[in-house]
């Protein structure tokens, strides 16, 4: 699976600008993601996946200056360059709940061939919690999908992940007919966005339990999902970073063990044939700096889908939707006060949410390729009333066999 993204924004209003800000005159960047999807089945019960990956390009501003990052393929590493990597290594061991079993096709770390209907499976090694959590059938996949950080994932929860998005530990998931519970607890980054992780698991882990429903009114299907997540981590506290003098200095509050809680909803549902919608909201206690993911600490979005069989394109789809990311009240004082995060810190700030609208159409020009025209609307990036708006364009072209 291939996936080369080409992005551009133009000149947009900026009355300053600051370390982490995203720079106010036009910037083209190209991004190329290449992944190969290896699963072997050992017996009945277990499975071996190994996903090879290469990946390079950069990010408008060095992936600064917008909390809602607009291109999901983007991470932030130091360099451009395509570099090779071991995204997933994991052992699955699937263990059936009854005898009823299910057709399942071929996909990404997924075999085809008969499998339980209620099931238990357990997950260990290297994988993204993405591919667990926080699924949605609309709006979850940054390749064939939405592009944008806080339309493809829960943006407040701060999902622990190495610079790169994956993680380290166990997913435990029980399957029912109706229902799904899954629960994991990983490691977690040694450093901020870094690309180590931390052993110290007594100390810093990050945790996450999600329940999901699946119902089917009226013939179309639906799925609601709670999540819950607490993460301990080396981080530092927005509060105790603002210094008398009214400077801030949060490496210095950083301690082992800090806690970083919050949960989400997540809602999909079928209203017409070939036409869905989808909605999440995300709550973050906002006390502590962002450690893995981005620095929202409340947001909401919803948006809708459509596939192309409604005008006899079957492949293709079209899909708007919008999201409004917001900041604790500790967070917008600290970045106020001229304080920065790993993503985002204009060295003041005219506090506003950051609202974005994505829209886009996706256009299978063949079996295996698919062409996407995206377009974002950033307000107020960085939540900065003083910068912006930032109107956003790319193009994506996708490759899977």
Known sequence: MTKRANARYGYFPSLYEGTNSLPPHPERRVSLTATVFLSYRVNSWTELVFDPEDAGGKGFGQVTGIAGFPNGEITRVSSATPTLYVARGFVRNTWAIGSATQALESGPNQLAGAQPVCRFTLS????????????????????????????MYNGAWDYPADVRGYAIGGIQELTMRGWSLRAASVLEPTEANGPTFDTRIAKNRGEAVEWEGRYRPMGHGGALRVLGFLNRERAGTFRDAMLPDGTTDLAATRR??????????NMEQEIAKDVGIFARYDWSDGKTEAWAFTQIDRSVSGGISAQGRLWRRPGDVIALASVRNYLSGDDRRYLAAGGIGFIIGDGRLNYGPESITETYYAWQAAKQ????LDYQRVMNPAYNRDRGPVSIGSLRVHWER
């Open 256 to 265: 082992p063990g800090t806690k970083k809680y919050g949960f989400g909803l």
């Open 124 to 151: 260990t090694g290297k994988f993204a919690l993405t591919d667990y959590f926080d699924d949605n059938k609309y709006s979850h996949d940054p390749r064939s999908q939405f592009m944008n950080w806080s339309l």
């Open 369 to 372: 390729w698919t062409l996407t």
